[in-house]
T-cell receptor, first 115, second 113 residues
Framework: EAEVAQSPRYKITEKSQAVAFWCDPI?????LYWYRQILGQGPELLVQ????????DSQLPKDRFSAERLKGVDSTLKIQPAELGDSAMYLC?????????????FGEGSRLTVL | GESVGLHLPTLSVQEGDNSIINCAYS??????FIWYKQESGKGPQFIID?????DKRQGQRVTVLLNKTVKHLSLQIAATQPGDSAVYFC????????????FGSGTKLNVKP
């Protein structure tokens, strides 16, 4: 069964360090999303890609966060420097996109703890 | 941003009873809705979806109802089981707005044996 792959599952880092998360969406899915989920809350969109282009990064703290999807397939989300408030689950999701409404598939997430 | 909210943050039910989880959405232009189940430490899992041209859809033990007049969505789980214990989110999709999905804060379902 096709699934969204994410790594690492868990990351513990000290504040001011750099961290990176990787996501491989379901094959053929044009739209890729990065969400941040704080414990007890719903996912919050950080950045959305259509193929290799960013279509929404309005909620991405661009002074410290960056995201790329260079070839329109897998994607990397980076935080530098990490802050205590960045501790959260980072979820990647994908959908068919290209004008087609359809299910949003999630990966298992990357749990970040900043000490 | 868009607002998708849930009426009850926590719902406790007895095993075997039916559960109803409610969700209010704010954008009347939303095209598509999904209910997700999220177990602790895992990513959200798709449960059931419904398009805006429908008012009811049934799956295995689950039913989603959509009332566009009052912008309300509900998830009904029949014969709730301990394995149903999780947090449930509704998501609202707006296709014209680059296929964005907006999530509420979730309802935690506790199933008592």
């Amino acid at each position: 069964e096709a699934e969204v792959a994410q790594s690492p599952r868990y990351k513990i880092t000290e504040k001011s360090q750099a961290v990176a998360f990787w996501c491989d969406p379901i094959s053929g899915h044009a739209t890729l999303y990065w969400y941040r989920q704080i414990l007890g809350q719903g996912p919050e969109l950080l950045v959305q890609f259509q193929d290799e282009s960013v279509v929404d990064d309005s909620q991405l703290p661009k002074d410290r966060f960056s995201a790329e999807r260079l070839k329109g397939v897998d994607s990397t989300l980076k935080i530098q420097p990490a802050e205590l408030g960045d501790s959260a689950m980072y979820l990647c999701a994908s959908s068919l996109g290209r004008g087609m409404t359809g299910e949003l598939f999630f990966g298992e997430g990357s749990r970040l703890t900043v000490l | 941003g868009e607002s998708v909210g849930l009426h009850l943050p926590t719902l406790s039910v007895q095993e075997g009873d039916n559960s109803i989880i409610n969700c209010a959405y704010s954008n009347s232009a939303s095209d598509y809705f999904i209910w997700y189940k999220q177990e602790s430490g895992k990513g959200p899992q798709f449960i059931i979806d419904i398009r805006s041209n429908m008012d009811k859809r049934q799956g295995q033990r689950v039913t989603v109802l959509l009332n566009k007049t009052v912008k309300h969505l509900s998830l009904q789980i029949a014969a709730t089981q301990p394995g149903d214990s999780a947090v449930y989110f509704c998501a609202e999709n707006i296709l014209y707005n680059f296929n964005k999905f907006y999530f509420g804060s979730g309802t935690k379902l506790n199933v008592k044996p």
